[in-house]
């Protein structure tokens, strides 16, 4: 974390704008300090509404557009949108293969993604995102007999270094967000689909929310990560 110049970066999201939540000013600050970050959107958010006059493909246009938008805001150096249907991604192949297929093309020192073990509710996507990114990390992007037709592809084995993971009920890391901060709310906004409150009142929410976790770090407001490291 202390040098993140060219490091590089891939964060795996179940839906548009669930990074921006969990992670998005730790994405925003990583980029500014000169990270290289690709972002794989599992999902196309195409049930994220309860608006009954917006059909499924009409949301998942504009949600690939406020996810690209954000992406803009962010820094970020490339979006993949894997398509699934929301609620839609199954733990195993073929998902499993598609991340490892990301991880081993972007080469990732570290892999971002979600906690998928909440304890209680959770959102099925999420699980499956998070336990399926785990596994591709660990150990199928790294077994060179794991997807040999990969390899044939020129996509050679890749061990990613660290991960991190949030909306995790066991935190152990937090990254100071003092300074992007507005960079997250901002991102987030882009959602706007996905948005029921005023920006004022998303700020106030998200500073709450957040700032319990700033004093880890001697800042106002922090994200907070578990992180695996992965090198031992
Ligand atoms: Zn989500």
Redesign the pocket.
């Known amino acids: 974390m202390k040098n993140m110049k060219e490091k590089r970066v891939l964060v795996i999201?179940?839906?548009p704008?669930?990074a921006e939540?969990g992670a998005g000013g730790t994405i925003a600050k990583w980029s500014h300090l000169g990270a290289n970050i690709v972002l794989v959107v599992c999902t196309n958010?195409n049930k994220?509404t309860s608006d009954r006059s917006v059909s499924s493909e009409e949301l998942a246009q504009t949600r690939r557009k406020e996810q690209l938008e954000s992406a803009k805001l962010l820094g970020l150096t490339n979006v993949v949108f894997l398509d699934h249907p929301d609620q839609g991604v199954t733990n195993g192949d073929p998902f499993r293969k598609e991340l490892v297929r990301e991880i081993r093309t972007h080469r990732p020192d570290i892999v971002v993604t979600?906690d998928p073990e909440r304890k209680w509710i959770r959102?099925q996507?999420?699980f499956v995102t998070g336990r399926v990114a785990l596994d591709a990390v660990f150990p199928y992007a790294r077994d060179y007999l794991a997807y040999p037709d990969l390899i044939a592809e020129g996509l050679e084995p890749h061990k990613t270094l660290e991960v991190y993971l949030w909306g995790t009920d066991d935190p152990d890391t937090f990254i100071d967000i003092d300074e992007h901060f507005e960079d997250k709310l901002n991102a987030l906004y882009c959602h706007s689909s996905q948005m029921s409150s005023s920006k004022e009142e998303g700020r106030m929410r998200l500073r709450n929310r957040f700032s319990v976790y700033g004093p880890k770090v001697n800042a106002e407001i922090a994200e907070a990560f578990k992180r695996l490291d992965l090198r031992r």
Do not use: L, Q, W
């Open positions: 999201t179940p839906h704008d669930d939540s958010g994220g979600i959102h996507d999420h």
